[in-house]
């Protein structure tokens, strides 16, 4: 008898045949006598009907209140389910955040989960239940209603999963795993069987939204295997990710993500001189924007320009900082784009095999595709192009290195990347 | 300044307008100085979307998940009041049921409650904040939600004004206080300034919708004076409602009341023995249907005929165990009008004054309104009537007792009834 913890996303619950559909899955599950607990997000389009509410009142509405308004969505998905599956004869209880207790620090909106206790969960199922935890909530030390932030009922499971040490946390959601590439943009793309956690950390934060970026680093820190899977069909295994095995370094590259929600700034023409990356950038971050990369031109006459991108929301806020930089650095001048793509080739195979660069310049420049920024890491390289470029840029690297194969002669270990 | 609990409505609270202008009101009671405690309900509307919800799902959802579910639409509008407050320069915090905590016992859907914990609460109005209190919802020894019953966010309201020793409790709600007669009935209905917790008890019961029965109940138990009032209009001072004194007693009838929602039910031709109540009422009661009205025709020839009423969605149930008890004793048959009318009249003038029975039948036979049964209390007289002439009946007895002034040469103490 294994201890499972299930988590249904907001399109499986997105409505009331749909929530019977996910009752009848969970009832089978435990009919092969597994001990269940059940994550649930918010039926969809519920959080957003809340927030409007909110929004309908006040411009920033008080990120205290604000929880307590946004943690109503699941609540009701959990009590729902818990309903239904008693209908089927299959005892169930709801548990939301104070109840289990998700114990969180006190950062309404975006709250970290300090511990997951297991006893009352546990309790649940010794009595033979099917605990329904209500997910993105939690409960701070005053308690108080907080959440976790959008998408972040996949963290409420991991963290459960790992306090109560689980054989397995299954991500259900409204696509039956994680693909090589955006179907959507790229016809050949294929579900990948397994793939590690640091890949799917580069693919969550490079914009593939299968998984919350946070729950897949939880699943690395505490060693939970995580399947992601489709509520809609039977017929799929998913996909497996957890700890990466010999079998995967075999797979040069495994996958190609794009990210069309990015935005570009360039401060033109300043003094290069030492502290100049602080006087630009800390402004920056100071103003609450996240900046992903950074280029810096070679310097001509001791004068340069620096480039770097954000996301797209954060544009304005961003050029309003750094005109007020500029005005006080001397610099040239501030030019921004507001819309281009980030192309990025994820793979755990690029450790030990070199040349992954050279073949995604190549492959871009024989499409005529001009590289704007290069940045890499261990198992990732991305670049930026124009935005008009992006899904043509993902659909010949995806031929190039996911259904071509990868890089012929590639050489194990060193050789240049 | 005093401390003030408030409570709205769900219609008070129906669209975000509204809760805009609860909002302007509660701001304008605090910059008198007061400490405000506000209780909301859910929205219009909203229960009866959530229990729909269930509905969909479960013949009988269960009770503990229908809590959880409901209690959502008072979380939501504690949340939005909250947040329109603070729009509004006025400090505010949301306090769910297990945050007060409102203590409950564990009988979901109609809990009771056990106590109101004021701590939070005063400690919230010392920061200065107003405490923005989910009503209808509570917290077991379990740590489960809880409700108390439709319409009992008067009764959270009224527990937390005795917990918090409280100056004053407003109940806010789309009419301006307690009228003489249903408006909608009857046209010269006019509000009353004062009424005691008595009548008000009476009226509740007999079906003016105002105030909540059990909110009376506790009011009265521990001293709170309750005000109603409009959330709709400022121009009207309510109704005040409180403990009986001496001016209240010169006023003979406060109100005439009519209940539409009654069945009428026999069993004929019974033999007229010691037990025959018990044997009839023991299964009527065990079936969960509350009897109202009870009478039983003189005996003839040792047979007898019993005739009760009860709310008419209870009929059904009722008829079905009356007919097992039927052949059970050998009765001759078992007869049920669907729809009757219960029409009183309520004053704790009648203590001490004599003539209210007459003069109310006089009145009715003068219009040939046939009276099929009687009930008396110290403080009021009903009667059932067929449902055709309840308005009509109301009308002529509001124009006897409230509009004319009631009984000609009544003599206060003794005299007959």
Redesign the interface.
């Given at each position: 008898m294994a201890l499972i913890v299930q988590k249904y996303g907001g399109t499986s619950l997105g409505s009331?045949e749909r929530?019977?559909a996910v009752a009848e899955r969970v009832k089978h599950a435990r009919d092969r006598g597994d001990s269940l607990v059940v994550v649930v997000s918010a039926m969809a389009g519920e959080t957003n009907r809340?927030l409007g509410?909110?929004g309908?009142?006040?411009?920033q509405?008080?990120p205290?209140?604000?929880d307590?308004?946004a943690?109503?969505g699941e609540?009701?998905s959990?009590?729902?389910l818990?309903?239904?599956l008693?209908?089927l004869g299959c005892p169930a209880?709801?548990l939301?955040g104070?109840?289990v207790p998700i114990a969180t620090d006190s950062n309404h909106g975006r709250a970290r989960i300090m511990s997951a206790n297991p006893a009352r969960v546990l309790k649940t199922l010794a009595e033979g239940r099917v605990a329904v935890v209500a997910g993105y909530q939690g409960v701070d030390d005053y308690?108080?209603?907080t959440t976790l932030g959008r998408g972040a009922s996949d963290l409420t499971a991991v963290a459960l999963a790992a306090a109560l040490k689980a054989d397995g946390c299954e991500i259900y959601t409204d696509v039956d795993g994680v693909y090589t590439a955006d179907p959507g943009v790229c016809a050949q793309a294929r579900r990948l069987a397994r793939i590690s956690y640091d890949e799917m950390l580069e693919m969550a934060g490079l914009g593939a939204k299968v998984l919350q970026l946070r729950s897949v680093e939880l699943a690395r820190r505490y060693n939970v295997p995580l399947v992601v899977k489709s509520s809609f069909t039977e017929d799929s295994e998913g996909t497996w990710v957890g700890h990466e095995d010999r079998s995967m370094e075999d797979v040069l590259v495994s996958g190609i993500t794009l990210d069309q929600n990015q935005s570009k700034l360039t401060i033109a023409g300043v003094h290069d001189r030492p502290g100049l990356a602080a006087r630009i950038f800390g402004p920056i971050a100071a103003s609450g924007v996240v900046v992903d990369m950074i280029i810096q031109n070679a310097s001509a006459d001791g004068r340069t320009d620096v480039t770097f991108t954000v996301a797209r929301g954060d544009l304005h806020r961003a050029l309003e900082v750094l005109r007020g930089v500029a005005a006080e650095i001397g610099a040239a001048g501030v030019r921004s784009e507001e819309q281009v793509a980030k192309v990025s080739v994820v793979g755990v195979g690029m450790r030990t095999h070199a040349g992954v660069a050279a073949k995604m310049f190549e492959v871009l420049a024989a499409e005529r595709v001009n590289i704007e920024m290069i940045s890499t890491s261990e198992i990732k390289i991305s670049v930026v192009v124009r935005a008009k470029y992006g899904e043509l840029a993902t659909r010949v690297l995806h031929d190039a290195f996911v259904t071509g194969g990868g890089v012929e002669g590639a050489a194990p270990e060193g050789g240049q990347g």
């Open positions: 009331i929530i019977k809340l509410l909110a309908a009142l006040a411009e509405p008080e205290r209140e604000t307590v308004l943690a109503t609540q009701l959990s009590a729902l818990a309903i239904r008693q209908v209880v709801s939301l104070y109840q308690g108080d209603v």
